[in-house]
């Protein structure tokens, strides 16, 4: 009941957002979302929560800190 509940509080806490791209960029994203078996959306808001949130890395930055 409590997963149920928290589920339901974070439904509520979503916003719409339209935004326009290149027609080459969408394809990318909708490319690379099928790689991963998921809807395109859900990966533009996965990639967005973790450039809020600091943990979306420069490709150079990840290969530093996986060479340390």
Do not use: F, W
Not at 25 to 40: F, K, N, V
Request: charged residues 30%; aromatic residues 2%; proline residues 1%.
């Amino acid at each position: 009941d409590t997963l149920v509940e928290a589920a339901k509080l974070t439904a509520a806490k979503t916003e719409r957002m339209n935004i326009r791209m290149s027609k080459a960029d969408m394809e990318s994203l909708r490319l690379a979302a099928s790689r991963e078996g998921i809807p395109y959306q859900s990966l533009v808001t996965s990639i967005l929560h973790k450039y809020t949130n600091g943990l979306l890395l420069e490709i150079n930055e990840a290969r530093r800190l996986l060479n340390r």
